[in-house]
């Protein structure tokens, strides 16, 4: 039987008990997505012995097919739109050149940036065992990685989730895209054919019609339907008025080929196109993680968790998308630290959802925190919504981005409870709502500041006051005011 032992970043040894086959830990990982990299981190750094199962690359979805090659995308359409619209700013206008090879290039490199911090070395150097190999559960408390059988006091499942592929006739005959291929096609669309009109459809579809593809959307019901009707008709319309085809209510019927081309056809239209990239939802990574042998109960959704994100096996945690509900990176960060409070201290912490934030990355972008407009006056009729332009701000003004809207939700006791935000970076904007909600804040905690000026953080302030505006300028207070007036 032989000790191996790991020195971490902080000096600490770590011993895992291991033999040439059998590996027993504190901790076993499966998934080194962001949810398994935070929770295999911070137990590490903390004392526990971890073991790190990943099958597939380093950082998950999120570092190599998702956020980041997303949000670099982008980045570079974000700079070739800008070519175009200088000219309201008295800058000549052009139409870009664009390099499509250069700008996956620049893809490429901003994951390589990244990647070090995700990587098997540097988890490696703070005392995680990481094997990189298939996982499953042998039984209640094993694993069985490649050669390696592991096991481990409590086990954390991280696996995330995979494109969802509708069954649509065709599809499978055909090349498609998901979010795991967009990224890799060398030359640069020449119509582009997006099936699904949520988030990652909308973000992809301006993305790629920004960097001079023709984009045709296909969305069977109506685009983001989980955000307020009025913010996303904002999106819409900045969507169309750049070009984007953008079809509601079209069920996709077959896929077929045509003349080297594709054709996708509803049950209204036909649409030609040279690539199909399929956004119609996501899949939990559950199969052939073994579940059902370690008693461990799932739904289509995922693992089904209790609050403290246990599953019916209590020794096996589930966080992140493989987990069901919000699909976000920030919310398998979040979740990461209730496990490790659980796994490490014994402290029975509990996820709450209350103030979990998204963010579209259109542009406006479209964010959201807590509960919206109508979910507000369902549940509270006396409650408050109220509502601010981007075109009453001065910096949206001299941006010449003023096209947008903020909602706060605010309850009968002036308790905060939700925000929507479209407009000029909501995504940054939102996070003082965050911040309130979270700390369970009036509205009158968002008045008492002093925002410079100009920002576009004044918006915040401005819709926060109007709460009490009613109030401040009513006839009982311009009243009150003569009356003091009288006074020497």
Not at 72 to 101: H, M, N, Y
Not at 439 to 462: C, D, V, W
């Given at each position: 039987m032989?000790?191996?032992?790991?020195?971490?970043?902080?000096?600490?040894?770590?011993?895992?008990?291991q033999?040439?086959?059998?590996?027993?830990?504190?901790?076993c990982?499966?998934?080194?997505?962001?949810?398994?990299?935070?929770v295999?981190?911070?137990a590490?750094?903390?004392?526990?012995n971890?073991?790190?199962?990943e099958?597939?690359?380093?950082?998950?979805d999120c570092?190599?097919?998702?956020?980041?090659?997303?949000?670099?995308l982008?980045?570079?359409?974000?700079v070739?739109?800008?070519?175009?619209?200088?000219?309201k700013?008295g800058v000549?206008?052009?139409e870009?050149?664009?390099?499509?090879a250069?700008?996956?290039?620049?893809i490429k490199?901003?994951?390589?940036?990244?990647?070090?911090?995700?990587?098997?070395e540097r988890?490696e150097?703070?005392?995680?065992?990481?094997?990189?190999?298939?996982?499953?559960?042998t039984?209640?408390?094993?694993?069985?990685?490649?050669d390696?059988?592991?096991t481990?006091?409590r086990?954390?499942?991280a696996?995330?989730?995979?494109?969802?592929?509708?069954?649509?006739?065709?599809?499978a005959?055909?090349?498609?895209?998901?979010?795991?291929?967009?990224?890799?096609?060398?030359?640069?669309?020449?119509?582009?054919?997006i099936?699904?009109?949520?988030?990652i459809?909308c973000?992809m579809?301006?993305?790629?019609?920004?960097?001079?593809?023709?984009?045709?959307?296909?969305?069977?019901?109506?685009?983001?339907?989980?955000?307020?009707?009025?913010?996303?008709?904002?999106?819409r319309?900045?969507?169309?008025a750049?070009g984007v085809d953008?079809?509601e209510?079209m069920?996709?019927?077959?896929?077929?080929?045509?003349d080297?081309?594709?054709r996708?056809s509803?049950?209204e239209?036909?649409v030609?196109?040279?690539h199909?990239?399929?956004?119609a939802g996501?899949?939990?990574n559950?199969?052939?993680?073994g579940?059902?042998?370690a008693?461990?109960?799932t739904?289509?959704?995922g693992i089904?968790v209790?609050?403290?994100?246990?599953s019916s096996?209590k020794?096996?945690?589930?966080?992140?998308?493989?987990a069901g509900?919000?699909?976000?990176t920030h919310?398998?960060g979040?979740?990461?630290?209730v496990v490790?409070?659980n796994?490490?201290?014994?402290?029975?912490?509990?996820?709450?959802?209350?103030?979990?934030p998204?963010?579209?990355?259109?542009?406006p972008e479209?964010?959201?925190v807590?509960?919206?407009?109508?979910?507000?006056m369902?549940?509270?009729?006396?409650?408050?919504?109220?509502?601010?332009?981007?075109?009453?701000?001065?910096?949206?003004?001299?941006?010449r981005?003023?096209t947008?809207?903020?909602?706060v939700?605010?309850?009968r006791?002036?308790?905060?409870?939700?925000a929507?935000?479209?407009?000029?970076?909501?995504?940054?904007?939102?996070?003082?709502?965050?911040?309130?909600?979270s700390q369970?804040l009036s509205?009158r905690?968002?008045?008492?500041f002093r925002?410079?000026?100009?920002?576009?953080?004044?918006?915040?302030?401005t819709v926060?006051?109007?709460?009490?505006?009613?109030?401040?300028?009513?006839?009982?207070?311009?009243k009150?005011v003569?009356?003091?007036?009288?006074?020497?």
């Amino acid at each position: 039987m032989l000790f191996t032992f790991f020195l971490s970043s902080s000096g600490d040894a770590h011993a895992i008990l291991q033999t040439m086959d059998k590996i027993k830990a504190d901790i076993c990982v499966i998934g080194a997505g962001s949810g398994g990299l935070s929770v295999a981190a911070g137990a590490a750094q903390m004392g526990a012995n971890v073991v790190l199962i990943e099958r597939g690359e380093m950082g998950g979805d999120c570092l190599n097919y998702g956020c980041v090659p997303s949000k670099a995308l982008l980045a570079a359409a974000e700079v070739a739109q800008a070519a175009r619209d200088s000219g309201k700013f008295g800058v000549a206008a052009r139409e870009p050149e664009i390099d499509f090879a250069a700008v996956q290039a620049h893809i490429k490199d901003v994951i390589g940036q990244i990647a070090p911090h995700d990587s098997q070395e540097r988890f490696e150097g703070l005392g995680v065992t990481v094997l990189r190999a298939a996982a499953a559960f042998t039984g209640p408390r094993t694993v069985q990685a490649g050669d390696q059988e592991i096991t481990a006091k409590r086990y954390v499942v991280a696996t995330g989730s995979s494109p969802a592929i509708p069954p649509i006739e065709g599809l499978a005959e055909v090349p498609y895209l998901t979010n795991e291929t967009i990224f890799d096609v060398p030359e640069k669309p020449d119509h582009l054919i997006i099936v699904g009109g949520g988030p990652i459809g909308c973000e992809m579809a301006q993305a790629h019609r920004r960097l001079g593809c023709k984009v045709t959307v296909l969305e069977m019901f109506t685009i983001m339907p989980k955000d307020d009707p009025d913010l996303v008709d904002v999106v819409r319309q900045r969507l169309v008025a750049e070009g984007v085809d953008l079809r509601e209510g079209m069920a996709v019927e077959k896929v077929s080929t045509e003349d080297g081309s594709l054709r996708v056809s509803t049950f209204e239209d036909d649409v030609v196109g040279s690539h199909i990239l399929v956004a119609a939802g996501r899949k939990p990574n559950i199969d052939g993680l073994g579940l059902e042998t370690a008693g461990v109960h799932t739904s289509r959704a995922g693992i089904t968790v209790d609050a403290r994100l246990r599953s019916s096996n209590k020794k096996i945690f589930a966080i992140g998308d493989v987990a069901g509900g919000y699909q976000f990176t920030h919310q398998a960060g979040y979740q990461a630290g209730v496990v490790i409070q659980n796994l490490l201290f014994r402290l029975p912490t509990k996820s709450s959802d209350a103030s979990i934030p998204w963010v579209t990355y259109t542009e406006p972008e479209l964010a959201q925190v807590g509960l919206s407009a109508v979910e507000l006056m369902a549940q509270d009729p006396k409650g408050t919504v109220l509502t601010s332009s981007f075109e009453d701000n001065d910096r949206a003004r001299a941006s010449r981005q003023n096209t947008g809207l903020i909602k706060v939700m605010v309850d009968r006791k002036g308790k905060i409870k939700g925000a929507s935000i479209v407009g000029p970076h909501a995504g940054e904007l939102l996070q003082p709502w965050i911040l309130a909600i979270s700390q369970g804040l009036s509205i009158r905690a968002m008045t008492g500041f002093r925002a410079p000026y100009p920002t576009l953080g004044e918006i915040n302030k401005t819709v926060a006051g109007s709460y009490y505006t009613p109030t401040l300028y009513s006839s009982r207070t311009r009243k009150l005011v003569r009356m003091l007036l009288k006074l020497p």
